[in-house]
């Protein structure tokens, strides 16, 4: 399974509906159908990527429809999902809603659950234009009105109407989002992320990663994971780094995992700052999961969240956080008591958490060991899986909110 599917290898649509029985090896008999841009690339796509196998274990049928051409991840390829490429030929083709909403009508959904921009307009328009009994959307960035497409309004509100419910990950940020959107916040479920958690890291594989890390003998490690992208906000990460004692810094290295548009300009600003023998960029790692036990603080200082799957694996591996006050740090955090969390977003308020970590390190990995329990069982991927189940069959016995 995991292939590609063509729309002509589909089946014909026929009327259905949704059975609440369970089956007799413990899946619901639902079909499912997540509907995003693509399955490579950030936080959202690794999640779908994660949750559609799962899902497929707990419910009869799971799928995953893409809008572009995509590489198809292992996990999925594996897997019992089915993989609708709709293959947009660019951004001027418009005869691929014909072929979504034909391939959904055929796929017959019970539920289809949308991803990013693609998924929150062509995904849901599409799914309604087909008839779907329940259309589900996950906002993974519910507070960075920046991300948001210019003279969408009416659209939003055309679309956040039929929509049966709207997931996002933290308390704060859903009434953020009902306010901004303007729609009934009874729409909204709260559900955490969760990933596939590995083994917790013992003393040879955080000896493993320090060396893959590059770290100096005697040195702190601090890294900074994720794509180099404007809502991240690296450049705070090497404003903090400079702002730390000069004797601190010069015991400490700055790695940062990732790529993406801002990578230019914070290798210049690293330059200018003076900090070019302290900070390395690594760039796009696909053994990011064994790098992570090399490091001795995990630095978070974006902008804006929804709910960072780099947090969560760094918070698995037993690193500690120090993170900028974005909405839902607290609620992710717990108040402080899993992480530190900066008072604001100035570069000496987040290094006063880094230099904290640094004089108390050994503390503070005790305790980050602690933690690892409590995200292993709390944003574990069948945890989350489970979750969306019970959403979903909430949703297909619940009438519609307007």
Known sequence: MGEPLCCAALPSATKHSYNRDHRGHGTVNMRVLHIITSLTGGGAERFVAHLAPTLATQVAHCGVMTIYPTAIPNDVASSDVDVLQISRKGRYEAAFLARMVSSIRAWRPDVVHTHMKGGTYWGRLTALLAGVPAIVRTEHLPCDVHDRVPGTALADRFLNANTTSIVTF?????????????????????????????????????????????????????????????????????????????????????????????????????????????????????????????????????????????????????????????????????????????????????????????????????KARAVQAYVREEYDIGATARRHVELYERLLVTPKVA
Do not use: C
Request: glycine share 10%; proline share 7%.
């Open 170 to 366: 933290f308390r704060e940020q859903a009434e953020f989002l009902a306010r901004y959107e303007n729609f009934n916040p009874s729409k909204i479920a709260v559900i955490p992320n969760g990933i596939k958690h590995g083994p917790p890291p013992d003393a040879t594989a955080i000896a493993d990663g320090r060396k893959r890390l590059g770290v100096p003998p005697g040195f702190f490690s601090i890294v900074v994971l994720g794509n180099l992208h404007r809502h991240k906000n690296q450049r705070l990460a090497l404003q903090a780094f400079a702002a730390m004692s000069a004797d601190r810094r010069r015991h400490s290295h700055l790695y940062f995992l990732g790529e993406g548009d801002d990578r230019i300009a914070l290798t210049a600003m690293a330059q200018d700052l003076g900090l070019n023998e302290n900070v390395t960029f690594l760039g796009f790692r696909n053994d990011v999961l064994r790098l992570l036990p090399g490091a001795d603080l995990a630095l978070v200082p974006s902008t804006s969240e929804g709910m960072p799957l780099a947090m969560i694996e760094e918070m698995s591996a037993g690193v500690p956080i120090v993170s900028t006050p974005w909405l839902g740090a607290k609620e992710m955090l717990a108040g402080g008591d899993l992480g530190l969390i900066a008072q604001d977003w100035t570069p000496s308020a987040l290094a006063k958490g880094i230099e904290r970590v640094f004089d108390e390190r050994s503390a503070f990995r005790e």
